[in-house]
């Protein structure tokens, strides 16, 4: 149980060109999704907090119009990066609470998206 | 201000040995601590955590992990290392103060060598 799922795993793209992520929880329903990005070497940085049925709450320094998060059902958010650069290229990873976001809950991860923006 | 620290950026141990992946915490309230491991060019996956009752939590592939609140540490360890379970491994904290939110450190490259 517990499965996260991320599509695509990788995608290579043109400069300009507008990406779209999806992450899906497959046997849990998931209030609340995260979104992180991860640099070769180094540890995740969350990007956004994605809550079903409301807008997004990106941390700071995050720009919430270059990286559109929409999060409709239970069970699925997308993860949009519009007008990509190459300094986008990165490891995204998305994660799903399994709870009603109590402080006890475990996040589980998808197997995160490479992105390359030429 | 809560933060995670991983002293060591890697782990060398030959296989059979017992592993130990140090982690210390910094919280304002009651830590809730969680250990995930990485494979390359895959999201994390979940190994255990600890939120109360016995310090010493069990989680997957026969990892542990304790906890110390003296010394606010939540080392993972494992008593005999495999190969396969060569990789790289995050402590994470939540902190109600910090809007449930994991806070992550910055890693541990573990390496088990045959």
């Known amino acids: 149980g517990a499965v996260v799922s991320q599509h695509p795993s990788w995608v290579i793209c043109k400069s300009g060109t507008s990406v779209k992520i999806e992450c899906r929880s497959l046997d849990f329903q998931a209030t609340t999704m995260f979104w992180y990005r991860q640099f070769p070497k180094q540890s995740l940085m969350l990007m956004a907090t994605s809550n079903e049925g409301s807008k997004a709450t990106y941390e700071q320094g995050v720009e919430k119009d270059k990286f559109l998060i929409n999060h409709a059902s239970l069970t699925l958010s997308t993860l949009t990066v519009t007008s990509a650069h190459p300094e986008d290229s990165s490891f995204y990873i998305c994660?799903?609470?399994?709870?009603?976001?109590?402080?006890?809950?475990?996040?589980?991860f998808g197997p995160g998206t490479r992105l390359t923006v030429l | 201000a809560q933060s995670v620290a991983q002293p060591e950026d890697q782990v060398n141990v030959a296989e059979g040995n017992p592993l130990t992946v140090k982690c210390t915490y910094s919280v304002s309230g009651n830590p809730y601590l969680f250990w995930y491991v990485q494979y390359p060019n895959r999201g994390l996956q979940f190994l255990l955590k600890y939120i109360t009752g016995d310090n010493l939590v069990k989680g997957s592939y026969g990892f542990e992990a304790e906890f110390n609140k003296s010394q606010t540490s939540f080392h993972l360890k494992k008593p005999s290392a495999l190969v396969s379970d060569s990789a790289l491994y995050f402590c994470a904290v939540r902190d109600l103060e910090y809007g449930n939110k994991l806070v992550f450190g910055a890693g541990t490259i573990l390496r088990v060598k045959s």
């Open positions: 994660s799903a609470r399994d709870g009603l976001a109590g402080v006890t809950d475990t996040q589980y």
